[in-house]
């Protein structure tokens, strides 16, 4: 797996105040969907790979899902400078074309 965990507040923060692009998969162990995305995603990182990833289990910092408006899981954040600058939702996150779409339509 080419994501590192996220467990902390601080680990968050570190991870999204950089000059180069992250994204931050939220997800929960009891959630089917975040399961289904965990399936495909791989080859997604690997071709993505001018991010770097990171996955945060929203049940153990709910804070932050709460700060960057996750209502639903799975979804992927993008962070640049300490800021959101895009989201893909839940709703849209439930095949590798979804994702796939998402981040081909970022700005470089």
Known sequence: MFMKSITTNEEFQQAITGD????VKFQAGWC??????DMFIDPIVAEYNNYQWFDLN??????????YEVM????????????KTAHLHSANAKSPENVTDFLSNQPE
């Open 58 to 67: 929203r049940d153990e910092l709910p804070e932050i899902a709460d700060k």
């Open 20 to 23: 180069e692009p992250v994204i």
């Open 72 to 83: 639903g899981i799975p979804s992927l954040l993008i962070f640049k400078n300490g800021e």
């Open 32 to 37: 089917p969907d975040c399961t289904r995305m």
